[in-house]
């Protein structure tokens, strides 16, 4: 495998130990892009969210902080899945936060689940 094939293949769906490393990494590298995404979104209190692909969770974090009624995330990485859990145990508990493991191609909601749905920096790994 070369190096640019295992780089790719840890940015479209972290995993193990470098997985760990690479969340912190896409907050930071993404955390403006995000912002700006959620901002120019500008959920509403009876909004239903669905952020594809969310990685190390900032866009979730911002999302959160608005006033969405609720938020469901999708991401392919289960190591990412895992640590969001944790991250945000407290609004998935609240019913406010939902998260699977799913690829974009077989989402697990029922059509017209979401009045608004966003996804940055993604689309490069989608084939």
């Not at 470098?18 to 901002?39: D, I, T």
């Not at 909601?109 to 749905?117: I, L």
């Amino acid at each position: 495998m070369t190096k640019q094939r295992w780089w790719v293949g840890q940015a479209s769906c972290p995993h193990g130990r470098f997985g760990r490393v690479m969340a912190p990494l896409m907050n930071q590298s993404n955390r403006a892009h995000n912002a700006a995404v959620v901002e120019a979104r500008a959920p509403k209190a009876s909004d239903r969210i669905l952020d594809v692909g969310f990685g190390g969770g900032v866009a979730l974090r911002h999302i959160l902080a608005g006033p969405a009624k609720s938020v469901a995330g999708v991401e392919l990485s289960q190591d990412m899945v895992a640590r969001a859990r944790r991250t945000f145990s407290e609004e998935l508990s609240h019913g406010r936060l939902r998260l699977e493991h799913a690829s974009v191609e077989q989402l697990p909601f029922e059509d017209r689940s979401f009045d608004g749905v966003y996804s940055v920096n993604c689309i490069c790994f989608l084939a």
